[in-house]
T-cell receptor, first 116, second 114 residues
Framework: GAGVSQSPSNKVTEKGKDVELRCDPI?????LYWYRQSLGQGLEFLIY????????KSGLPSDRFSAERTGGSVSTLTIQRTQQEDSAVYLCASSLAASGSLNTQYFGPGTRLTVL | DQQVKQNSPSLSVQEGRISILNCDYTNSMFDYFLWYKKYPAEGPTFLISISSIKDKNEDGRFTVFLNKSAKHLSLHIVPSQPGDSAVYFCAASESLGGSEKLVFGKGTKLTVNP
């Protein structure tokens, strides 16, 4: 497919467990973003990757959250020792670049994370 | 502190009429604005955007207006169709800010009644 894909689509885990969420961006897109949407809220920025530059981690809510992007393509968001407040839909987006109109971001379907 | 605000959580219009969704922002450094549409259980879909050098951008039934002095933008959908029923998010970015992250409003749920 030509769009952003994410896996799994749904994840239910127990409090205290670690989870990994995966994102495959659109081929050729150099910028990749992670957001999350909690119930009744807008999308909250988490982290951003642009090419080989150091990622912008300013939106990560705690040190339990980390992300990596291997080979400039696939990205994994890891949440360690999950808490109930981590329950949300985690959305990945990619864009051609991170400049002006090239920063039109295209989103994947999201991963719905439920922490029991 | 919310930098992008959508003050109407919901809007209901009749099919064929105009839908107007509003968005206000506080950061004067924002220079690129986007509207996304989101259906349940799907990711947001890009709809239309506008650069701060323009005050209007039109694409078919969708027009976005930007009033920089008022820090206000709006999305007009005309004529509205039942398939337009979705949650609409306004987003903004700061090209010179380095990160290019999008700052989103909380969304407006549009219902178009047949």
């Amino acid at each position: 497919g030509a769009g952003v894909s994410q896996s799994p689509s749904n994840k239910v885990t127990e409090k205290g467990k670690d989870v990994e969420l995966r994102c495959d961006p659109i081929s050729g897109h150099t910028a990749l973003y992670w957001y999350r949407q909690s119930l009744g809220q807008g999308l909250e920025f988490l982290i951003y990757f642009q090419g080989n530059s150091a990622p912008d981690k300013s939106g990560l809510p705690s040190d339990r959250f980390s992300a990596e992007r291997t080979g400039g393509s696939v990205s994994t968001l890891t949440i360690q020792r999950t808490q109930q407040e981590d329950s949300a839909v985690y959305l990945c987006a990619s864009s051609l670049a991170a400049s002006g109109s090239l920063n039109t971001q295209y989103f994947g379907p999201g991963t719905r994370l439920t922490v029991l | 502190d919310q930098q992008v605000k959508q003050n109407s959580p919901s809007l209901s219009v009749q099919e064929g009429r105009i839908s107007i969704l509003n968005c206000d922002y506080t950061n004067s450094m924002f220079d690129y604005f986007l509207w996304y549409k989101k259906y349940p259980a799907e990711g947001p879909t890009f709809l239309i955007s506008i650069s701060s050098i323009k005050d209007k951008n039109e694409d078919g039934r969708f027009t976005v207006f930007l009033n920089k002095s008022a820090k206000h933008l709006s999305l007009h959908i005309v004529p509205s169709q039942p398939g337009d029923s979705a949650v609409y998010f306004c987003a903004a970015s700061e090209s010179l800010g380095g990160s290019e992250k999008l700052v989103f409003g909380k969304g407006t749920k549009l219902t178009v009644n047949p």
